[in-house]
């Protein structure tokens, strides 16, 4: 019988012990967490508000036990290569034939002065969401560090219980990191609109101590601002440490793996956010920390210890989220990193009504492409609207650029149509874009 180790408990790890699980083959799965409970994490901002209980933004602990494997609540300190054996902080020794290392990320913390006072917290555990509850019915006023996703959506849900919330952005706008400027801007002063106060181009420079709790934010440009607690959202960084201890090859970007998600040590394999990524448009290696790339790339890691020769493509990073009234979401390459990137592209650019005009409630849909030029394939896209049905657009144009979809393509593929659902028969959001794009060639 096979031995196999998982070392965490996140969407990888979870994905690994299903598909083994299914497989009817004879294997004896053990997975190793060091939380008791694992959060879902991208829930955790909308835990805060405290409507449901805690427990229904965990994982339940059966989504790994009734899968046929053992889990173990404890912290593996040591990797060793040579014995195909893991050892824990309270002393066992697991043996492995295939080792999965699925530790994840952590959020990354600045060196901001005062950054570890009682009242600042980071976006991540089940604890974090705790302590975001308990300050949210006590507060008043909340700083958010960091304009990403996470700082948005925590903005938005601390704003809706009735705080005074702040974002303070180091970039020129919020949400540059998945969104090019003019998507961005929009948002930005929607959630201004809502109440929310936006700092750009401006930095923390330290965290004003009151007894061992914040009592206000220093910014770099010599303005304070007062605050009852402040969130540190500003991204994570891979778990790599016990990989790199092990003797494994590691870079910034995660634990370096081949196209079948296998480390430098041929029986162990890497997935989710403690693993280095590569663009499915370039091959380079990128970020890449969602859940949803943890899940193909764990399936990946599963078929391999099955005996199959699967290799990972690269991500595409397909994106979405939401603040108040709109929703927004990237996929692939937008404009602004393309052009980073080195590559020649063409963009096309649409704005498309969410329903028949004469309809009530119709909204535009904002929808950019970004094409190879020489190609003509779409390697990338944006869409911004109203409502919370981006998720949709933006797995559409996932797909097509994982199918090579050029624009041609879109320019003659088949689609729906209804007064309340779809736009007008002769209009489509992707349809539309790709004959922008074609436009501009021809020009």
Do not use: W
């Not at 975001?132 to 704003?159: D, P, T």
């Not at 219980?161 to 540059?176: A, C, K, N, Y």
């Not at 700092?199 to 910014?219: H, M, P, Q, S, Y």
């Not at 199959?308 to 009234?325: E, H, L, Q, R, T």
């Amino acid at each position: 019988m096979e031995k196999v180790v998982i070392i965490g408990g996140g969407p990888a790890g979870r994905v690994v012990v299903h598909a083994l699980h299914a497989s009817k083959k004879d294997f004896q799965v053990t997975l190793i967490k060091d939380e008791p409970v694992n959060v879902n994490r991208c829930a955790v901002p909308y835990g805060i508000m405290g409507k449901k209980p805690v427990d229904k933004f965990c994982i339940p602990n059966t989504l790994v036990t009734d899968f046929g494997a053992e889990l173990v609540i404890d912290t593996v300190t040591a990797i060793n290569t040579g014995a195909s054996q893991v050892t824990t902080a309270a002393g066992k020794n697991f043996a492995y034939d295939h080792l999965v290392l699925a530790t994840g990320s952590k959020p990354f913390i600045p060196p901001i002065e005062n950054v570890g006072l009682e009242n600042i917290t980071s976006v991540r555990s089940r604890q974090d969401m705790v302590k975001l509850r308990s300050l949210a019915e006590e507060k008043k006023k909340c700083v958010i560090v960091g304009g990403g996703y996470i700082g948005v959506e925590v903005a938005v849900v601390l704003a809706q219980t009735g705080l005074d919330v702040t974002i303070v952005e180091m970039l020129p706008h919020i949400l540059l990191a998945t969104m090019d400027d003019d998507f961005a801007i929009a948002v930005e002063d929607h959630v201004r609109q809502k109440g929310i106060k936006v700092l750009t181009n401006t930095g923390v420079v330290a965290f004003k101590d009151n007894g061992g709790r914040i009592c206000g934010v220093r910014l770099d440009n010599g303005d304070e601002l007062e605050t009852d607690f402040a969130v540190v959202a500003v991204g994570v960084v891979p778990n790599t440490e016990l990989a790199a201890q092990s003797g494994l090859e590691v870079s910034s970007y995660g634990i370096v793996t081949d196209d079948n998600m296998r480390t430098s040590v041929a029986n162990i394999y890497a997935a989710g956010d403690c693993a280095q990524k590569k663009s499915f448009i370039t091959h380079n290696p990128c970020r890449g920390e969602f859940g949803t790339n943890a899940v193909f790339m764990a399936k990946v890691v599963a078929a391999n210890i099955l005996g199959k020769d699967k290799k990972f493509p690269g991500v595409i990073n397909a994106n979405a989220s939401s603040a108040f009234d709109l929703s927004f979401g990237s996929a692939g390459m937008i404009e602004k990193m393309a052009v980073k990137e080195g590559l020649d592209v063409v963009c096309g650019y649409s704005e498309v009504l969410n329903r028949y005009p004469m309809m009530d409630g119709a909204h535009t849909i904002h929808t950019r492409l970004v094409f190879e030029r020489q190609t003509r394939k779409l390697i990338g896209g944006a869409v911004l609207r109203q409502g919370h049905c981006t998720a949709n657009n933006v797995d559409f144009i996932s797909f097509a650029i994982q199918m090579g979809t050029t624009i041609e393509d879109l320019l003659v593929y088949q689609y729906a149509t209804h007064p309340e659902l779809a736009a007008k028969p002769s209009d489509n959001t992707y349809m539309f874009a790709a004959k922008d794009a074609l436009i501009k060639l021809s020009t």
